[in-house]
T-cell receptor, first 113, second 115 residues
């Protein structure tokens, strides 16, 4: 069975410092992994996705994530946080066999000025 | 890019009434649409999977007679909350999967408040 664990419910960083949002998954098959961002009162936006190609995935707005099969992790990073990055971030796993998305609980990213 | 719209974005209704929420894929065809519910400060919960031309598949614990889903065309799915009660107040999000792939594209959500 698939599952996703986002290790931090809240992450607070200062503007201009690096961001790390942690995600671990479990999957019986070869998974696809996604990070979505949800800004207040706005729809979900896909940041990036891993689908068995390059393990280091670059997304929008300077975010990237690395798929590490040995660690079953897919952590999201950004070198320098911006105030506009403040939002809720969701790590999502999908097994190609059924395409259903399994959602993590979300991590709220807080950016301090 | 693939765009999914939802209408209305916000709705307030009285207890006992029914509310219909529309989900449209604007620039692609979607054989499958998904309906999610999101409680405050929580993750998305899949309610049902809607396939064009067939009955929706509901997740365990979701009342199919209360949450009626219709997927009449490749670009439109509707969710009707029947006899709404205050506990049905929530943020409802739909997504659509392109016929060619597996990625889901999300609508902006509908905030339902039942008074």
């Amino acid at each position: 069975a698939q599952s996703v664990t986002q290790l931090d419910s809240h992450v607070s960083v200062s503007e201009g410092t690096p961001v790390l949002l942690r995600c671990n998954y479990s999957s019986s098959y070869s998974p696809s992994l996604f990070w979505y961002v949800q800004h207040p009162n706005k729809g979900l936006q896909l940041l990036l996705k891993y689908t068995s190609a390059a393990t280091l995935v670059k997304g929008i707005n300077g975010f990237e994530a690395e798929f590490k099969k040995s660690e079953t992790s897919f952590h999201l990073t950004k070198p320098s946080a911006h105030m506009s990055d403040a939002a809720e971030y969701f790590c999502v796993v999908s097994e190609d066999s059924n395409y259903q998305l399994i959602w993590g609980a979300g991590t709220k990213l807080i950016i301090k000025p | 890019g693939a765009v999914v719209s939802q209408h209305p974005s916000r709705v307030i209704c009285k207890s006992g009434t029914s509310v219909k929420i529309e989900c449209r894929s604007l620039d692609f065809q979607a054989t499958t649409m998904f309906w999610y519910r999101q409680f405050p400060k929580q993750s998305l919960m899949l309610m049902a999977t809607s396939n064009e031309g067939s009955k929706a598949t509901y997740e365990q614990g979701v009342e199919k007679d209360k949450f009626l889903i219709n997927h009449a065309s490749l670009t439109l799915s509707t969710l009707t909350v029947t006899s709404a009660h205050p506990e049905d107040s929530s943020f409802y999000i739909c997504s659509a999967r392109d016929v060619r792939g597996y990625e889901q594209y999300f609508g902006p959500g509908t905030r339902l408040t039942v008074t």
